[in-house]
């Protein structure tokens, strides 16, 4: 049962309730009104705050700035003097080609598109040696037959061998850049050493006498060259062999000993390639001759072919009268007098030499030679040597009493 108003309550309660809903309505508006004044002030002091962080304040500090130690000032400042004194000297040093000497009888030309004449080509004539240098850097000796071209700059040469010889000497610690280009890709690199390379169509060859060389090719790895060491390449196999090279005041006769010891076929090798090299004088392909005929000649275990062929070879360097056919068969009757290629060349000796002395003398070693056998053949050999030895007459050589002593009573008869 609800509770029931008596009419004074009832009314009050009418007139009280619109002035409590007026009154929320107004306060509701002043807080609306005060929340748009508080977020315009927070906007209006967020902005000027953004603008005065923006502008620098005259109390505002100065910027940091990256400061250099006093010891470290003092250290720049040394080295950049020391540069400024130093590039000079050392900028005249990198782009002055030094002067290039020249003696003998060498064509050099220049190329014409280099004016400063940095690049160039060299040709010795055959018979002819002469010499390229620059003072306290290196020195070649360029011989006869020799055709070469080179690039230089400062404390650099790059040379391009055709073919020929060439005797190089760099002074030690004076070249920065020192390269000699051959053929098949092969190349020499050098510091400061003392050496000889020579190149044919079919063969190198380089030898050291003083430092180091290293040759780089078609190998697996470079090959290093010391002191005392030669190497032979055949360029057509590509193909290396080491061999001993004495110091240049050893003789040449102890240096072909030395390579024959070593390998008779390299020897053989190397004789024929001199004797064909038009960078050797006459009398270097002489003396080559005459010590590898008397070092084949002398073994037992020569090849009847190459003595042959160095027989044929040393016969071309000579006229009839001055060959020394006389020598190699001497030699040849003093190790395998009994071969084949003795017997031809004593034979040979024989119809070619017509002083009687000499001719007596061939004889004379032949019938001692032979004399050594007991068989039937052997002393019908010596026979026939006496009895041409008796046709010449005695006229009191030397070989004479011998000579009368074996040949009193030839048993064949004259032919």
């Known amino acids: 049962m609800d509770k029931q108003l008596n009419p004074t309550q009832e009314a009050r309660s009418l007139t009280d309730h619109p002035r409590e809903n007026q009154h ?41 700035r990256w400061r250099i130690p006093v010891w470290r000032s003092w250290s720049i400042a040394t080295a950049g003097i020391a540069l400024c004194v130093m590039l000079p000297f050392w900028w005249g040093r990198q782009e002055t080609t030094p002067p290039l000497q020249t003696t003998g009888a060498l064509r050099v030309e220049w190329s014409p598109k280099d004016p400063i004449h940095r690049d160039f080509s060299v040709h010795a004539p055959k018979g002819t040696s ?66 000889m390379v020579e190149q044919s169509s079919t063969s190198l060859y380089v030898e050291v006498q003083r430092g180091k060389v290293e040759i780089s090719g078609r190998f697996n790895a470079p090959l290093l060259l010391q002191k005392g060491q030669g190497i032979h390449i055949d360029l057509t196999t590509q193909k290396s062999t080491r061999y001993p090279s004495p110091s240049l005041t050893d003789t040449l006769a102890s240096k072909m000993t030395a390579i024959y010891q070593q390998s008779p076929s390299l020897l053989f090798r190397y004789a024929k390639d001199l004797l064909q090299s038009p960078s050797r004088t006459l009398a270097e392909r002489r003396q080559y001759a005459d010590i590898a005929t008397a070092l084949f000649s002398r073994s037992r275990k020569y090849q009847e072919e190459s003595l042959l062929w160095l027989i044929a070879a040393h016969q071309k360097l000579y006229t009839p009268d001055t060959f020394p056919l006389y020598a190699g068969c001497q030699s040849c ?49 010596r026979q026939r040597y006496c009895l041409l030895y008796q046709r010449l007459g005695n006229g009191g050589g030397t070989f004479d009493a011998w000579m009368d002593e074996h040949c009193k009573k030839p048993k064949i008869r004259e032919e």
Not at 31 to 54: C, H, S, V, Y
Not at 348 to 361: F, I, V, Y
């Open 24 to 64: 929320n309505a107004q306060e509701a508006r002043e807080q609306a009104i005060l929340g748009r004044i508080r977020e315009k002030t927070i906007a209006a002091f967020r902005q000027k705050q953004a603008a005065k962080a923006n502008q620098p304040s005259e109390y505002s500090e100065p910027p940091k």
């Open 130 to 195: 002469g010499r390229l240098a620059v003072p306290a850097q290196w020195e070649i000796d360029i011989f006869g037959g020799t055709a070469l071209s080179a690039t230089r700059r400062a404390r650099q040469l790059d040379i391009r061998l055709q073919h020929g010889r060439l005797h190089v000497h760099v002074h030690p610690h004076s070249m920065k850049h020192f390269r000699i280009r051959l053929s098949k890709g092969h190349q020499l690199w050098v510091r400061g050493t003392q050496f």
């Open 333 to 381: 009757l003093r190790g395998q007098p009994f071969s084949t290629t003795c017997q031809t060349i004593c034979a040979q000796c024989l119809r070619e030499h017509k002083d009687p002395h000499t001719t007596k003398h061939i004889l004379y070693s032949l019938s001692r030679a032979w004399s050594k056998r007991e068989d039937a053949k052997s002393q019908q050999q």
